[in-house]
């Protein structure tokens, strides 16, 4: 498992360990049982708090993605991918209300936004092709 933690990012540590270990489970890089660093392993390696990783490990427990077995480690835990995919569309629905909001302030409407979308989905098409 290989996670890049940047100082010049404006989030939080912890975030970006969660957001990188989430990431690898639902692209499946990491697998069903496959065991995770002990928290003072990612630490030392990341050069960080143990506090730091360990907070990135509970809010990844909390979120049914990993499982700690006490004295083996942590896992990451079995999949459930109607559970995975709510998750997806809170992250995804949080996201699309701060896009209103900042429209709102901007004066933009919906059919802005719309094509707005469009053409970043046209582009992404344009990438994987």
Same mark, same amino acid.
């Given at each position: 498992?290989?996670?890049?933690? !940047? ?16 990431? /690898? ?23 960080? !708090? ?19 077995? /006490? ?59």
């Amino acid at each position: 498992m290989h996670v890049i933690i !940047s100082n010049a990012s404006g989030a939080p540590i912890y975030e970006q360990i969660v957001s990188q270990i989430k990431a /690898a489970i639902l692209k499946g890089e990491l697998a069903e049982g496959e065991m995770l660093p002990s928290i003072r392993a990612l630490a030392k390696d990341l050069r960080i !708090s143990v506090i730091t990783t360990k907070r990135a490990y509970d809010e990844l427990e909390r979120e049914g993605l990993i499982v700690t077995m /006490a004295g083996k480690g942590c896992f990451v835990a079995a999949r459930n991918p109607e559970l995975i995919r709510e998750g997806v569309l809170r992250e995804i629905e949080s996201h699309m209300t701060k896009i209103a909001e900042l429209a709102a302030q901007a004066g933009i409407g919906a059919d802005d936004l719309k094509n707005m979308f469009d053409l970043l989905e046209l582009g992404g098409q344009n990438e994987r092709d």
